[in-house]
C-alpha cells in the first residue's frame, strides 16, 4: 500500500517536469535546463514531491516500515548473513543513488554545471567537467537524504498514508495544472 500511495505523486512531479520541457529523454531535459535554467526553479513544488516519494518508495527511513517490522522478528535478514545481508545493505544504497541521479537530472541540470557550461571545453575535458558535476549534485543529495535518515524517526502507517493520500497527491495535481496552464499561457 505505501509504494503504490507514493508512486502517483511521484509519477505526477516528473510528469510536471515533462509537461515543461516537453520531451521524456533525461539529454533534451538537461538541454532545456541548460536554456532555461534548473527545472527546479520551475517546479518549487514537484522537487520536494519527489523527493519525498522517491525516499519512501526506496523505503528510506522516515518510511520504511519494512524495516521496522524487521527490528521484531529480522524480516528476511532472520535467514542472511555475511555476504547475503551485504547485498541486501548495498541494494538499498544503490537505489539511493539512483533516485539522486534522477533527481539531479530532472531538476538541478544533470551534468550541467551551477553555472553557464563553458563552451571551450570540448571532448574528453568536456565530458570529465560534466561527471565531475554529476557526481558532485548526486551525491549531496545522496548527503542529505542520510541526514534525514540519521534525524527524522519513523512515521507510523497512518501518517505515512495520510501525508501521501491527503498533501502529496493533491499538491502534485495542483503543480501539474499549474505547470500545464503556464506551458499553455
Not at 129 to 148: E, M, P, R, S
Request: aromatic content about 18%; proline content about 5%.
Amino acid at each position: 500500500a505505501q509504494m503504490v500511495s507514493y508512486e502517483i505523486p511521484l509519477t505526477l512531479s516528473i510528469v510536471g517536469v515533462v509537461v515543461l520541457t516537453g520531451t521524456l529523454s533525461f539529454t533534451h531535459i538537461v538541454e532545456w535546463q541548460l536554456e532555461h535554467g534548473w527545472a527546479v526553479i520551475w517546479q518549487l513544488v514537484g522537487f520536494p514531491i519527489f523527493f519525498i516519494a522517491a525516499a519512501a518508495e526506496i523505503n528510506r527511513t522516515p518510511f520504511d516500515m519494512v524495516e521496522a517490522d524487521s527490528e521484531i522478528v529480522a524480516g528476511p535478514f532472520t535467514e542472511y548473513s555475511g555476504m547475503r545481508f551485504g547485498f541486501f545493505y548495498f541494494a538499498e544504497y544503490v537505489a539511493l543513488f539512483i533516485m539522486c541521479a534522477i533527481l539531479v537530472t530532472l531538476f538541478f541540470g544533470g551534468w550541467l554545471a551551477p553555472w553557464p557550461f563553458p563552451a571551450q571545453l570540448d571532448g574528453l575535458a568536456g565530458t570529465v567537467y560534466g561527471l565531475f558535476w554529476f557526481f558532485l549534485k548526486t551525491y549531496i543529495f545522496v548527503f542529505i537524504a542520510i541526514w534525514v535518515r540519521a534525524t527524522l524517526p519513523r512515521v507510523r502507517v497512518d501518517q505515512l498514508m495520510g501525508m501521501a493520500w491527503k498533501a502529496l497527491l493533491p499538491l502534485a495535481l495542483v503543480n501539474l495544472f499549474v505547470t500545464a496552464a503556464v506551458v499553455l499561457i
